[in-house]
T-cell receptor, first 108, second 113 residues
Framework: AQRVTQPEKLLSVFKGAPVELKCNYS??????LFWYVQYSRQRLQLLLR??SRESIKGFTADLNKGETSFHLKKPFAQEEDSAMYYC??????????FGTGTSLTVIP | DTGVSQDPRHKITKRGQNVTFRCDPI?????LYWYRQTLGQGPEFLTY????????KSRLLSDRFSAERPKGSFSTLEIQRTEQGDSAMYLC???????????FGQGTRLTVV
């Protein structure tokens, strides 16, 4: 069964510092991995997916099959990045299986 | 707002009562999903529909839960004989098909007292 693990529930960084949110997956096949974000009082929304290999709002995530990881990174954190971040994998029916989430706080 | 909408946004009910939530997906989306989120957890998959067919149900969906999507448009999630453990945020999402982005509603927060 597909699983994603986010080991950090809370993460605080200073504005301008690099940020890395960790995600590890367990999956026997070729995983499809995503990062979703939820800003305060807003709905859950897609941030990026690994197959698109794009950078959204300065965030990138690289799939590392050797380490079974899909960490989310940004070189310079901004205050508006403060949010809840969820790593997710995709089931056969296009349903998502989410991690427990990491709450990111960017300190001014 | 042309996104996924859920009604009501909040519901407080007494233990043992039945509740029903509604989800209106984005109009052309044929897939609709229900999730449950409790404090400190990520959203947990409950069930999904392709058009009006319910294709998968999680083991989390006990026999007190039932979901319908009668005409392949809006969906309802009913919880019978609510328990305090049912208190959670219930999220609905829709997508245009497989391997496309799922768009989430703002959720219905259920509190069972």
């Amino acid at each position: 069964a597909q699983r994603v693990t986010q080991p950090e529930k809370l993460l605080s960084v200073f504005k301008g510092a690099p940020v890395e949110l960790k995600c590890n997956y367990s999956y026997s096949g070729s995983p499809e991995l995503f990062w979703y974000v939820q800003y305060s009082r807003q709905r859950l929304q897609l941030l990026l997916r690994h197959i698109s290999r794009e950078s959204i709002k300065g965030f990138t995530a690289d799939l590392n099959k050797g380490e079974t990881s899909f960490h989310l990174k940004k070189p310079f954190a901004q205050e508006e990045d403060s949010a809840m971040y969820y790593c997710a994998t995709l089931g056969a029916g296009n349903q998502f299986y989410f991690g427990t989430g990491t709450s990111l706080t960017v300190i001014p | 707002d042309t996104g996924v909408s859920q009604d009501p946004r909040h519901k407080i009910t007494k233990r043992g009562q039945n509740v029903t939530f509604r989800c209106d997906p984005i109009s052309e989306h044929n897939r609709l999903y229900w999730y449950r989120q409790t404090l400190g957890q990520g959203p947990e998959f409950l069930t999904y529909f392709q058009n009006e067919a319910q294709l998968e149900k999680s083991r989390l969906l006990s026999d007190r839960f039932s979901a319908e999507r009668p005409k392949g448009s809006f969906s309802t999630l009913e919880i019978q004989r609510t328990e305090q453990g049912d208190s959670a945020m219930y999220l609905c999402a829709s997508s245009l098909g497989v391997n496309t982005e799922a768009f989430f509603g703002q959720g219905t927060r259920l509190t069972v007292v």
